[in-house]
């Protein structure tokens, strides 16, 4: 027998970014995302999805470009801290002890912690419910050299899937 389910259960384990907004001098933005991956190899380009209430959308919106940054296992404490506060409310990068450093070429700031980073300009904004997904191309990738020659990787999101997060539909278990 087959029962209902909460369908994002089984997309799971995700892997986890940290996507940086607004710029340097202007209190930028940190929000903690699973919903992005590739859409095009030519031209490179990703989509992410952000709450629309989210200040980071907003910041997103008004700027037009993000740095999606990829963060190691060591700042699963920082994810979960950028992921559970607003941007609106509290200066991210000072509650989560995360260094803002300019990036190549857009206005927001990379996490200097993360060991990769994407820096994009949004091509389209399409609302999808409660989420908008960006469509942006990236216009800069680098990373730690250590990566780049395949010396460590990156882990995925382990663990259960996160209902407090994500188990909308059929309530909190």
Request: hydrophobic letters at 40%; a negative charge; charged letters at 25%.
């Amino acid at each position: 027998m087959k029962i209902d389910v909460e369908y994002l259960e089984f997309m799971w384990p995700m892997r986890h970014f940290l996507i940086t907004c607004g710029a340097i001098g202007e209190r930028p933005d940190i929000v903690a995302v699973s919903f992005c991956m590739p859409v095009s190899k030519e031209p490179p380009m990703l989509a992410c999805a952000i709450a629309t209430g989210a200040h980071s959308c907003a910041l997103i919106e008004t700027h037009g470009e993000f740095v999606v940054n990829v963060p190691p296992e060591e700042l699963k404490k920082q994810v979960y801290y950028c992921g559970s506060h607003t941007g609106a409310q509290v200066d991210k990068f000072e509650g989560s002890g995360l260094t803002p450093v300019p990036a190549r070429s857009v206005a927001a700031p990379v996490v200097d912690e993360c060991v990769a980073h994407m820096e994009c300009l949004v091509r389209q904004a399409v609302p999808t419910g409660d989420k908008k997904l960006f469509i942006a191309e990236v216009i800069e990738a680098y990373a730690e050299e250590y990566l780049a020659r395949g010396d460590r990787k990156i882990a995925f999101a382990l663990g259960d899937f996160p209902r407090h997060i994500y188990g909308a539909r059929f309530g909190k278990k």
